[in-house]
Structure formats: C-alpha cells, structure tokens
C-alpha cells in the first residue's frame, strides 16, 4: 500500500481506466462505461464501480485510483494464506503468502490501477474456497460457506472480465473431478444455489447495459469474448505461443528459483498418489490450465498471467516447507531471498516516476489552469490517454474515422471506432477538414501533437492562412500548441 500516489498515472491502462471511472462519478452513468465521452463496452463495470467509490471518498488523487488494486493485492495474499494453512500447514500458508507478495509481477499489478490484479484476485479466491469447499468434510458447515464464497467471487470475476470468471473454474473443477472420478462430490457442491448466486450478481447489469445499448450483447460477447480468444483477428501485442515463459520466470522472481524442482517433485508425488494429494493435483491443473488457456491466443499481454501466480506460490510455499526442517539451508536461503526481493521492489517502486516515459501529466495540469470551459483542447492524430482525466475534461480527437484499415489495428483509434455507434460524436470525435475550420475560428483552442510532427504543422499555419500556432510547451516528446497568444504557464516536471 506504500507510496501508491508516488508517481503519475502509467498510460494507456491507468489513464484510461480511471478515466472511465471518473466519467461515472461526473455524469451519475453507472450502467454504460465512456471513455472519453465514448461508450466503452470492452469490460463490465465492477472494477470501474470500485474505482469511482475510491473517488468519491478520497478525490481524484493517484493514490485514489490505485486503493483498490492494492486492496485486492492484499486480500489475494490472506485467501492464499488462509487456503495454505487449512489445506496443507501454518507455514506453507506463511510462506504462500509472502512468495506471492514478494514476486515482481503481482507486487506491480498491486500498485498498478488496472483490472488484471483485480480479476486474477477474484478468479483465484474462486478456485480457492471451491478447492477449501472440497476438501472439507460434508458435516461442517464451513464446506457450504466455503462454495458460497466460491459462487460469489465467481460473480465478481464475471463482472469484472467477463466468461473466464465463469470457464476456468468449471474447467479446472471439472478436470480435476474427472482425473479423481469423483462424480458424486457434485451433489455437495450447492449447483443451484451456486447457479442463483452468480446470476443474481451477474445479471442486472448486463440486462440494463443492454436496454441502454442495444449492440452490447453482440459486441461484448462475439466480438470481445469470442472472436479474441477464437479467432486470428487483429488484437493487441500479437505474441509467439511460449510468450508466457520468460514472464512468469522473470515475474515470479527470486521464487522462480525453485519454481522448477517445485514443480518436477509435486508432478512425481500426484502421479503416484493422486487420490493422497487432491490439493496439489487441483494446484497443478489449475497452473497449467490457465498457463495453456492464455498461451492459446494469438493476442498476449503480460498481467493476463497474473490468476496463475496464487496456484504457483502455494505451490513453492508447500514445497519450501517441506524442506524447512531438513539440512539443506533452505531456511536461511528463503530468508535471503525474501531480503532480496524487498530490496529490489522497493528499487522498482522509487524507479516509477523514471520509467513512465510516456505521461503528459505536467502538459495536462498547465491545461487545465489555463483553459476555459469555452476553449478547447484537442488532441492532433494522438490520443493521451492521462490527458481527459488530469484536465478533468473531455478531449477532442482529430484522426482519419473512416480509414478502411481501422479494424486491423489494434490501438486507440480502433478503442473509440467501436463505441462510436452507439452515440453521436461528431462534436468531439473530428477529421482535419473540421480540425482546421476551429482552428481558424475566433475560438482559443489548445492542440497537443506529437512534438516531432510540429514543424509541418506550423509550416501549414504560415503558408495557407490560417490562424499562426504559438508553441507553449513541450514534454515527453509531446508538443502543446495553440492558435492564440498568451502569457506561457510555467509548470513542474516533478508533479
């Protein structure tokens, strides 16, 4: 939880997720997502509903918009204990726990305002309870709360991501009932009531967001769902089939130091006694489902992973606690390695700020403390997506709308093209034609462009009549213009 205000917001994920969430709180929409003013109906809405609570209670600061992915970091840490002390012993959940909390990639994700940390949290808390629910016996009453629990962050997952909250716990439920031929474990596992629990969370929004927009189903379920995993189509970071390997090595690391004799001892003691060792069997489908299912897809990005991570430090946590008490200095490496990992993710937290090369954050505030609500800020073949929630304003986009090769282009311009039938945006989503009559109106308007672009376009001003640009700033190779002049603000690059 420490220093999650410390830096400005990462783009494209922070900026435009917690943009959406800002939208919701300005126009009281808690049904249709909008980015930008443009409906966005790519993911459901419970992680933008959290992160406009964290608005509403602590203001739009970066702490704000990263509370609740360190919160879900953090419950994700106690379920893990909690389900290594309970299926295994108090130690392995100890060092379950703190492996998971220690590793590069989920400590990021914690710190990181997107959905990836919050559906792998929800997805594995599922897979968690359902895996307590079935090691408990029938007579206790913790094994029906135990499902309860599984069924409803089930609900949440799905209402965070959508059908993988629903498909990776039937299938590696499913495979695992089916290895162990424990058919009659069904009858105990409260379907029905499972069933209600997940569409009473799931199915008021979807019913509402599609009465407010009647192409969702089609679009989130065929286009987004679908066709991403199915299809060859053209989505984000195209990637080779063994992408995932080297993240979750470097992502798991210093863990991954064991993560291979962990695994290799665990597969021999589940393929000799299987029936003796149900938990680590349902720990090893659950890893390589989910390390199969997210290889599959010609589209990769590194946090999809991230549901793995649980499965594999409960893994090494029980296998390091095996060994703890026998000669072979495990004890005093694992102390080492801990001491290492918090250095080094304390290096990589004070680096932020000097890695995120891509904020206009410093831009966007002399904007905003020079802008009117008359003038108008516009963005010229560019999309910043930190720029509409640090000008707390909705940003006008020059790019060509009916390029013929929109659908082929996984980017920004795609992003916005999708939810354009759903509204009119002719006002605020323009070509050039339009760009340069404003330009050239008695308006102020402020145009922020690539920096190297802004030659030419100065060039143009001067030699076809139109009103002369005044270059006010420049930050992260990004160009502020407008066609007035004015006294120039001065602004931090620390902010």
């Not at 608005?55 to 290594?84: D, H, N, Q, S």
Request: proline residues 4%; contains cysteine; positive net charge.
């Amino acid at each position: 939880m420490l220093w999650l205000g410390g830096h400005a917001l990462f783009t494209p994920d922070e900026g435009r997720y917690s943009e959406v969430a800002r939208e919701m709180v300005v126009t009281h929409d808690y049904i249709t997502p909008r980015l930008n003013g443009v409906v966005f109906l790519d993911k459901p809405a419970l992680y933008y509903w959290l992160q406009a609570s964290a608005i509403k209670l602590f203001g739009l600061k970066e702490w704000a918009l990263r509370f609740w992915p360190a919160l879900m970091g953090v419950l994700g840490c106690t379920v893990t204990y909690l389900a290594g002390r309970l299926l295994f012993t108090r130690r392995t959940g100890i060092l379950s726990a703190m492996i998971l909390a220690t590793n590069p990639l989920y400590y990021g994700a914690a710190h990181y305002a997107n959905l990836d940390l919050a559906v792998a949290v929800l997805i594995s808390n599922t897979l968690l309870f359902a895996l307590l629910g079935l090691h408990t016996p029938s007579s206790s009453r913790l094994r029906t709360f135990f499902f309860i629990l599984a069924y409803v962050f089930a609900g949440l997952a799905a209402l965070t991501k959508g059908l993988i909250g629903l498909v990776f716990p039937i299938v590696i439920i499913g495979s695992w009932i089916i290895i162990l031929n424990r058919w009659r474990l069904l009858r105990n596992m409260h379907l029905i009531t499972g069933l209600l629990i997940f569409t009473a969370i799931t199915a008021p929004w979807c019913f509402l967001v599609q009465k407010a927009n009647p192409q969702f189903f089609h679009f989130f379920f065929i286009t987004q769902q679908f066709e991403r995993f199915l299809t060859k189509a053209d989505f984000n970071n195209p990637s080779v089939v063994w992408f995932y390997i080297p993240i979750v090595l470097l992502g798991f690391f210093p863990w991954s130091i064991f993560l291979i004799q962990s695994l290799t001892q665990q597969l021999k003691l589940v393929f000799k006694q299987r029936q003796q060792n149900t938990a680590v069997l349902f720990l090893l489908l659950w890893a390589a489902i989910i390390f199969i299912f997210f290889s599959i897809p010609k589209s990769k990005t590194i946090g999809y992973i991230l549901p793995l991570f649980p499965a594999l430090a409960l893994l090494t946590g029980n296998y390091l606690s095996n060994r703890f008490d026998k000669p072979y200095k495990t004890k005093k490496i694992v102390y080492s390695l801990t001491l290492i990992a918090v250095i080094f993710l304390l290096i990589l937290q004070l680096s932020a700020a000097y890695i995120n090369q891509k904020t206009i954050k410093p831009l966007a505030l002399q904007l905003k403390s020079i802008a009117t609500p008359q003038d108008e800020i516009i963005t010229f073949y560019r999309y910043y997506q930190d720029l509409p929630i640090y000008t707390e304003r909705r940003i006008t986009i020059v790019a060509d709308w009916r390029a013929t090769d929109i659908l082929h282009n996984d980017n920004w311009v795609r992003e916005l093209w999708f939810g354009m039938p759903f509204q009119n945006t002719a006002d605020w989503l323009i070509e050039e034609p339009t760009f340069w009559q404003r330009w050239n109106s008695h308006k102020r308007v402020f145009v922020l462009m690539n920096a190297q672009d802004y030659a030419n376009f100065d060039k143009k001003t001067h030699h076809q009549r139109y009103n002369k640009s005044y270059k006010l700033n420049e930050y992260n190779n990004v160009a502020l213009v407008t066609n007035q002049q004015q006294i120039v603000v001065s602004y931090d690059r620390k902010r």
